[in-house]
């Protein structure tokens, strides 16, 4: 073999010329290449951003990073493409087994997935050198610990009148909206009798209002005087407690704790130390990029956050949280789902490129072109519904799939049908989840004809989806291990006009 | 001893060694002996380190030995002749209507070399596609007799066509010759031979670390032959196999070829069209003339059907000189280039020696009395 490709290891040589000799139809697809290079560029990518010299409480570089590395990526993806178009056992009329199509498309899935995955190190490299230097504990802790010493020093602002809201409970729909009121400006309860402006809310506001006041002064039967804590919370936890023991103490729980126990006059020297330390901890002199100076606070806090330089404090915690929590919950579905659809649609793309003419290939995807810019003007010179769309969608695969079922009556092989196979297997794996989205969109109908309340408050529907997309990746394998490669099989095989 | 190998041994006797080595391989590959093989390889590359000098006494005693042990396993070469395909009545015509290849019936065996000649554009290429299955047919059929109930994949895996312009290759030579080995199944070790001995077959190892790009026409077509070889076809298609190739490579692939048609390793059928007239009918055992679309004449059939004696000649003597030597016993033409002499009275051999007779000074001179060209 003729191999002379820098930074390949002997092992590696080896295994290409073993895997060329015995499985052509696995070296074929330079999965070892990607493997090997991918792993090593991943491995050397994520030292590079180790070593990257920025403080964790600085504002995150990753966006510049993932920038610049999907370049890498896309120069990565053109140079394993030019390796991977030089051999085809399909089209060499090779022995082909009859797992070849789904074993390709793993291949071919993982190693593009490797090749996305560049753009995913920064930001994992970011998170965990966030979580080195900060614990989940520490940051609650220190927080805590901020917004209670800082407390203590300015003790005076908690002799702070209440800001209140008038509220007054709805009896009916025929008075004034709510969006028709103004906010109370009024700070003491006499103007506030005198002169009452006030929220009118409905059932449901009210007692949402009620359930998050920290206190309250009920009028009369329909007026209550809600008030809120001022803000103690100086530095914001910015939601680190949804994963730890410890919680952010609210403005209402700091209050509470510090107003009960003032500080000894001799202790805060000490008190002030210790704050120091923790802001330090904390500071980090940035440019803030989110305008957070330019909050407007009332005039004794934004006098604290200026003699005690909160702002740069809140936003390196801010930084940290980011970093730190940028993998929890809902961020991580979403790069899972960002990183998955993204191999996945590359990976079916490169298939359908191997298992077809390139003249089918490219007629495929202007047809695909063509077909949304036709269906979007259909669907907003009609008005169609939502049900009408999903509908039209399942009409679309039935379509392609009866179009790549003509490859068994075919004489010949017609550009068409080679279109329709393409967009079928291109678009099959989305199915499951129209057709949940379809019989939503018809649920939900049927339910706000019958009733007036909220369309699956418990989100069931999420739950379907999730199995609709799971269901659609596992339809699209056992389509590849039995239709989708007997179609191609047979369609590119027969003879042209 | 063997026939083929008392052939060898006179191959070495008159050194004839470049034919005596390909033979050598030859032989070593159709007695399925790997050790053997490898041995022949070896004997090959030896041969090949000193062709342009003195080859030295050893690399004869090592291909003597060879052969001695060859000889042990001679009852190997024998093979079956079995039916491969069946074309019945073949019509074709394109879309555009310009071109209608008429019926075409044409039957080809294991070890059949069948040559496919006429101009350009009469049908030629379309007759070989159609039967390798990339042109559908309009009627007639085709029947693949090894293969039960083919789908069209099986039956191009089945038959290798190569085209007269090769589609560019990428990657190392080699790496293409293992790939197409390996994906007709020969793995393992039995690559490395098998690639080692292509290469060294069709004398393509010096070039085997290049690439495409690296390499003239002439060597593309035979990297070409190897690798459809590697992929043990049993009908292969060559459509101009001899248009990239200078006049001593057209003869040795051409010999080469019907050796490896015949080959009991992979016994195979060989259809191949060319220009190359009287190339292809020196290794061809059918000839099919093919003008207009219409199959005009095939030798073996046709041949008999001929009712005078015609050969072609160059020479510098006039017109007139040569009516003179022929004394009126053969018709003269002339086409520019050469003269067409045909006779009823007259073999080749006697229009042959009255030309001598008369004094006429022979550039060139054909008998093409049972020739696809006396219809050209």
């Known amino acids: ?497 | 001893m063997h026939t083929r190998i008392g052939e060898i041994q006179s191959y070495l006797q008159h050194n004839d060694h470049s034919l005596a080595v390909r033979r050598i391989l030859d032989a070593s590959l159709d007695t399925a002996d790997m050790t053997l093989l490898k041995e022949a390889i070896q004997v090959s590359q030896s041969y090949r380190q000193y062709k342009e000098t003195i080859v030295p006494p050893a690399f004869f005693e090592s291909a003597h030995a060879l052969l001695n042990r060859i000889n042990n396993a001679t009852e190997r070469f024998t093979y079956q002749t079995t039916l491969l395909v069946t074309a019945r009545d073949i019509i074709k015509t394109y879309a555009a209507g310009n071109f209608s290849l008429r019926p075409i019936s044409l039957q080809i065996h294991t070890g059949d070399v069948i040559g496919v000649v006429g101009e350009n554009g009469n049908g030629k290429t379309t007759l070989l596609r159609c039967i390798a299955g990339q042109l559908a047919l309009d009627s007639g059929d085709l029947d693949f007799a090894q293969l039960k109930e083919p789908d069209h994949y099986d039956i191009k895996h089945h038959l290798a066509f190569i085209p007269q312009r090769i589609p560019r290759w990428y990657g190392s030579l080699k790496d293409n010759l293992h790939f197409s080995a390996a994906i007709s199944g020969v793995t393992g070790e039995v690559n490395n031979v098998m690639v080692d001995f292509m290469l060294e077959r069709l004398d393509l190892t010096p070039y085997a670390h290049l690439t495409w790009s690296q390499i003239s026409s002439g060597y593309r077509t035979r990297f070409e032959i190897a690798r459809i070889l590697l992929q043990k076809p049993r009908l292969l298609i060559l459509d101009e196999p001899l248009a990239n190739l200078d006049i001593n490579a057209q003869q040795s692939i051409l010999t080469d070829l019907q050796f490896m048609a015949k080959s009991v390793h992979n016994p195979m059928g060989i259809l191949l069209s060319s220009q190359q007239l009287h190339e292809v009918e020196k290794i061809a055992d059918t000839v099919l003339l093919i003008k207009n679309g219409s199959c005009l004449f095939r030798t073996g059939e046709l041949e008999k059907t001929a009712t005078a004696f015609v050969v072609e000649l160059e020479t510098t003597a006039s017109r007139a000189a040569l009516v003179n030597a022929l004394n009126g016993q053969g018709v003269l033409q002339y086409n520019g280039g050469f003269y067409t002499i045909t006779s009823s009275a007259l073999r080749a051999q006697d229009i042959l020696a009255k030309l001598v007779k008369g004094n006429i000074p022979i550039t060139y001179f054909r008998d093409i009395t049972h020739s696809t060209k006396r219809f050209i």
């Open chain 1, 1 to 497: 073999m003729n191999i002379e490709r820098p930074l390949m290891p002997g092992f590696l040589k080896r295994a290409e010329q073993k895997l060329l000799l015995n499985n052509p139809g696995i070296w074929s697809t330079r999965i070892q290449l990607v493997l090997y290079y991918g792993i090593l560029f991943i491995l050397t990518l994520a030292a590079l951003c180790f070593l990257e010299p920025k403080d964790v409480r600085a504002n995150s570089t990753t966006e510049y990073w993932i920038g610049f590395v999907s370049i890498i990526s896309v120069i990565g993806l053109i140079v394993w493409l030019i390796y991977l178009l030089r051999f085809n056992v399909f089209k060499k009329y090779g022995n082909i087994k009859p797992m070849h199509g789904l074993v390709s498309f793993i291949l071919y899935f993982i190693a593009t997935g490797i090749i996305i995955l560049f753009a995913f190190v920064h930001p994992v490299v970011e998170s965990i050198r966030a979580n080195i230097a900060y614990g989940d504990e520490e940051i609650v802790r220190d927080v805590n610990d901020i917004n209670f010493k800082l407390g203590q020093l300015e003790y005076s602002l908690y002799k702070t009148a209440w800001r209140y809201d008038t509220i007054v409970l709805k009896k009916s729909e025929n008075e004034i909206s709510e969006d028709a009121l103004r906010y109370s400006d009024y700070n003491d309860l006499d103007t506030a009798k005198e002169k009452p402006l006030f929220f009118r809310l409905d059932s449901a506001g009210f007692y949402r209002t009620m359930s998050m006041t920290d206190s309250l002064i009920k009028m009369n039967d329909t007026m209550y005087l809600m008030y809120n804590t001022p803000p103690f919370d100086f530095v914001s936890g910015y939601s680190a407690d949804d994963n730890t023991k410890t919680k952010v103490l609210t403005a209402f729980e700091l209050f509470h704790k510090i107003h009960r126990h003032p500080p000894a006059p001799a202790a805060r020297e000490k008190i002030s130390k210790e704050l120091n330390v923790l802001l330090h901890k904390y500071r980090y002199s940035e440019k803030l990029d989110w305008g957070a100076a330019d909050v407007e606070r009332p005039g004794p806090f934004a006098r604290i956050y200026d003699k005690y330089q909160l702002e740069p404090v809140n936003s390196s915690i801010s930084n940290v949280v980011v970093k730190k929590y940028r993998w929890e919950g809902r961020w991580l579905t979403e790069g899972v789902r960002i990183f998955y659809y993204l191999t996945l649609g590359i990976t079916l793309l490169i298939f359908i490129f191997r298992h077809s003419t390139v003249r089918a290939f490219f007629l495929s995807l202007l047809t695909g072109v063509l077909l949304v810019i036709f269906s979007a003007l259909l669907f907003s010179f009609s008005h169609f519904d939502e049900i009408a769309v999903y509908a039209m969608f399942v009409i679309y695969v039935f379509l392609f799939f009866i179009f790549s079922l003509a490859a068994w009556a075919n004489k010949k092989r017609f550009a068409i049908t080679g279109i329709g196979i393409n967009l079928f297997v291109f678009i099959i794996t989305i199915l499951p989840i129209v057709i949940v989205g379809w019989c939503r969109a018809i649920a939900r109908n049927r339910h706000y004809k019958q009733v007036d309340t909220p369309f699956d408050p418990k989100g069931i529907w999420d739950h379907y989806f999730l199995y609709a997309e799971i269901g659609g990746s596992l339809l699209l394998l056992v389509l590849l291990a039995t239709y989708i490669h007997k179609v191609y099989r047979r369609w590119y095989s027969l003879p042209e006009n």
